[in-house]
């Protein structure tokens, strides 16, 4: 079972004798290697504006791939009134499912631009079940895309080196589908990492999904075969 750990530090800066606004700051753990990011929204524009949003990666002095980090947020108070910030873990490219976690702060401000009360968070996920390893069929516009917005994945060629060699989509790694068992957890760094795997016409991708899946990885799509890969190639 993937279990997901979201680390929540929420800061209020008090306003002082030389300090008309108090500042609001939020860190929520996270992993952007595995396509999820954390995004707000707020129900009242003008209330409080936004100072700070940022993402810093783990110390990582192995190079690992696959690792997690910190989303940082940070808010003024501008006006008078109340707002709700809703945060959501989710994936740009899945607006049809729910997101994996999310929190709604509601901040009051006072007339100095004072966040003068905070409410305790409103937090829900989804259940746990929904985040076991399943295998993942996906069509190449659709990988493209994803490849295109979250920039941080493993492109795997599960075919012979000299298939490899012939053809291949750019950026691909080879670990033949015989090898997989034996060779994955060795190679394939973080088990929330995302994953595109293909072969020739499709066989092989879909028996080498399979068994990342039983390996536990939780982030892997079978993109099927090259032959139906109408994007850039490279050979050599």
Same mark, same amino acid.
């Given at each position: 079972m993937a279990i997901l750990l979201i680390l929540i530090? =929420? @800061?209020?800066?008090?306003?002082?004798?030389?300090?008309?606004?108090?500042t609001f700051r939020v860190? +929520? %753990? #996270?992993?952007? $290697? @595995? #396509?999820?990011?954390? @995004?707000?929204?707020?129900? $009242?524009? %003008?209330?409080?504006?936004?100072?700070?949003n940022n993402y810093v990666t783990d110390h990582n002095p192995? %190079? +690992?791939? /696959?690792?997690? /980090? @910190?989303?940082?947020?940070?808010?003024? /108070?501008?006006?008078? #009134?109340? =707002?709700?910030?809703?945060?959501?873990?989710?994936?740009?490219?899945?607006?049809?499912?729910?997101? =994996?976690?999310?929190?709604?702060y509601t901040l009051v401000i006072d007339k100095e631009?004072?966040?003068?009360?905070?409410? !305790?968070? $409103?937090?829900?996920?989804?259940? !746990?079940?929904?985040?076991?390893? =399943?295998?993942?069929?996906?069509?190449?516009?659709?990988?493209?895309?994803?490849?295109?917005? $979250? /920039?941080?994945?493993?492109?795997?060629?599960v075919r012979t080196e000299s298939e490899y060699k012939e053809k291949r989509i750019p950026g691909a790694i080879l670990l033949p589908n015989d090898e997989i068992k034996s060779r994955a957890e060795a190679e394939l760094s973080g088990k929330e990492q995302l994953i595109f795997v293909y072969c020739r016409s499709g066989g092989r991708s879909a028996s080498a999904t399979k068994e990342l899946v039983e390996l536990g990885y939780t982030n892997v799509y079978d993109l099927g075969g090259i032959i139906d890969w109408p994007y850039e190639t490279t050979s050599g």
């Open positions: 530090i =929420v @800061t209020l800066f008090a306003c002082g004798e030389n300090s008309s606004s108090k860190e +929520l %753990g #996270g992993n952007a $290697t @595995t #396509g999820y990011n954390w @995004t707000y929204s707020m129900d $009242t524009q %003008g209330i409080v504006k936004e100072i700070e192995k %190079g +690992l791939s /696959g690792v997690g /980090g @910190t989303y940082i947020f940070a808010f003024e /108070g501008v006006s008078p #009134g109340e =707002v709700k910030l809703h945060f959501v873990y989710s994936r740009s490219w899945e607006e049809d499912q729910p997101p =994996v976690e999310e929190i709604i631009g004072c966040i003068s009360e905070l409410n !305790d968070a $409103t937090e829900s996920s989804q259940n !746990d079940s929904n985040l076991e390893p =399943v295998y993942q069929k996906i069509s190449s516009s659709e990988a493209y895309k994803m490849m295109s917005e $979250t /920039g941080n994945f493993i492109l795997l060629d």
